[in-house]
């Protein structure tokens, strides 16, 4: 048998290090997700002893992303989304605006192009589908109206990333990068249609052949009374909705997975589906977290220490008040705005695939790549303490209220 297997061993030894230091982080009362972090940078090449394959891990973290995806559409129906997009889509759409012209300012600070700027400051404007959803799953917030609101504005800044990939080697070169040479031919115009109706293309498929094929197909496994066969059932619907929408429509596996449990939603059978595939979406959404940490190179800390203070501080400060500022301007309450604004005070997987499209473009320089990861991880490593001091405010006023009547 060869002993060359790095799937195996990204496995037990990712879970082993995840176990053990996600319970000393539950132990000093911290997040377990730091714990995965830690044991993410200690699988990376940065640091002495075992190196893990990045490639196999960050394939395991897409998986989850699909099923926490997934399982969000189980609970978020059409009307809900319908129902927010009044301030989800401007909310959104404004607040990538000022976070990318915050990052740009950042980079004009470093001597950086203004192509390169653009790049930097997308990549700091979107936040991680993993780390919002958990933090909201944490506190049953997924349901609640700043839940949905969360949500909805992160399904509208996927959308918009979906399209900023896609558009990003078509005008490379009018930002100072190289253009592949497939994009060189298709006009800008052309490209921007192509996006849009793929788009379009999939969130109709979806509500036309999708809301009546998956809830016929799951009734079927049902009455076949195995349960094994549900359990497969619906995690070959998330991942195979997933890859079908990437494959063929070009958009996003979060964005697939997560229409095709919102389709899911309409059976009877949603919240037994959404039960079966709890465990899997809990042991994939560590790999994410390790994955993360296994892009982290610690000397960046050392080396370039107020760059990443500045980039940490338009993530986490920056994105924060712009969220605020917004929510309270659709006259929401204050609550509401705090909740958003921590939600959204961190950067994750988009961010990783922007900087690394933006690389290889010539679009982004090695340096602006590993500020991006170093703002990632410490951004998640922030987010749920600045959820912690918020639990703790809305808990003194829910005790001061009773005071005041």
Known sequence: MPHDTPLLSILVIGFGLAFVFGAIAHRLRMPPLIGYLVAGILCGPFTPGFVGDSHIASELAEIGVILLMFGVGLH????????????AIPGAVVQIALATLMGMGLAWGF??????????????????????LKALQDRELVESP??????????????????????????????????????ADTSL?????????????????????????????????????????FRLAVLAIALGVAYGAASLFGVSFALGAFFAGM??????FSHRAAEESL????????????????????????DDPWAVLGTVAVIVIGKSLAAYAIVLAFRHKQNTALTISASLAQIGEFSFILASLGLSLGLLPARGHALVIAGA?????????????????????????????
């Open 111 to 132: 001597g950086w192009t203004w192509g390169e700027g653009f790049v930097y400051g997308l990549a700091l404007s979107v936040a991680s589908t993993v780390v919002l």
């Open 377 to 405: 991880l410490i951004s998640i490593l922030i987010n749920p303490l600045l959820f912690s001091v918020l639990d703790r405010f809305k808990a003194r006023q829910t005790a001061e209220q009773p005071q005041e009547a």
């Open 146 to 183: 700043e839940g949905r609101i969360a949500v909805g504005w992160l399904i509208v800044e996927d959308l918009a990333m979906v399209l900023a990939l896609v558009l990003l080697p078509a005008v490379a070169g009018l930002l100072g990068g190289k253009a592949p040479a497939s994009a």
């Open 76 to 87: 978020f129906s059409l009307a809900d989304l319908l129902a927010v997009k009044w301030i």
């Open 189 to 229: 115009g052309i490209t921007l249609l192509l996006t849009l109706g793929k788009v379009a293309a999939f969130i109709a498929f979806m509500l036309i052949v999708g809301r009546r094929f998956i809830p016929w197909l799951l009734e079927k496994i049902v009455w076949s009374g195995n349960r094994e066969l």
């Open 279 to 302: 465990p899997l979406r809990d042991a994939f959404s560590v790999l994410f977290f390790i994955s993360v940490g296994m892009l982290f190179n610690p000397r960046v800390l050392v």
């Open 263 to 268: 389709v899911l939603a309409e059976s009877p």
